[in-house]
T-cell receptor, first 116, second 116 residues
């Protein structure tokens, strides 16, 4: 089946620094990828849609200058949390649509970000 | 617009008992429906999906779900719970294509606890 790899799985950073999270589709191409944020004991909230070769589409209320998304190739999307603050601490998960409609989406392993 | 409602944020069963996790959806078009499982600090794993073929869908780990259009439901069941089934379960809906392709809307999640 389709595999999506997300790295790192967990990261601790200091307030004010930036953190980059990578999401790769390993055995298929993904012109679109999705970034979700999951708060403790909550569901997944879609943050943005990453589009290969064009700007990301952000959901309402998501700061595009804080959460920079780059979809540099057909297999790689990155999310950079800029000037991180403790309130940015969360679990971030990426996904890519399956190679065919109806396969749903395949998810990365998630990244636990802790800002201290 | 599409939405998913999971009834019951927590479900507790005894090992060997029937598991029933409820999901109702709202969609203006025939939907694709999915159930995912999430273990702590991990990404989401696809359990099963409905894509307008058979209404009774069988998935991994002995789970199955039945699509009932008249009830707009897609409840997840397993005849006999195992301790390893303890996790959080998410019901999700997606559109059929275009900008909705692979973009999932999740329910609130249901935490399943299995007692010995």
């Amino acid at each position: 089946g389709a595999v999506v790899s997300q790295h790192p799985s967990r990261v601790i950073c200091k307030s004010g620094t930036s953190v980059k999270i990578e999401c790769r589709s390993l055995d298929f191409q993904a012109t679109t990828m999705f970034w979700y944020r999951q708060f403790p004991k909550k569901s997944l909230m879609l943050m943005a849609t990453s589009n290969e070769g064009s700007k990301a589409t952000y959901e309402q209320g998501v700061e595009k200058d804080k959460f920079l998304i780059n979809h540099a190739s057909l297999t790689l999307s990155t999310l950079t949390v800029t000037s991180a603050h403790p309130e940015d601490s969360s679990f971030y998960i990426c996904s890519a649509p399956g190679p065919r409609p109806g396969l749903g989406a395949f998810f990365g392993q998630g990244t636990r970000l802790t800002v201290v | 617009a599409q939405s998913v409602t999971q009834l019951g944020s927590h479900v507790s069963v005894s090992e060997g008992a029937l598991v029933l996790l409820r999901c109702n959806y709202s969609s203006s078009v025939p939907p694709y429906l999915f159930w995912y499982v999430q273990y702590p600090n991990q990404g989401l794993q696809l359990l099963l999906k409905y894509t307008s073929a058979a209404t009774l869908v069988k998935g991994i780990n002995g789970f199955e779900a039945e699509f009932k259009k008249s009830e707009t439901s897609f409840h997840l069941t397993k005849p006999s719970a195992h301790m390893s089934d303890a996790a959080e379960y998410f019901c999700a809906v997606s559109g059929l294509g275009g900008t909705s392709y692979g973009k999932l809307t999740f329910g609130q999640g249901t935490i399943l606890t299995v007692h010995p």
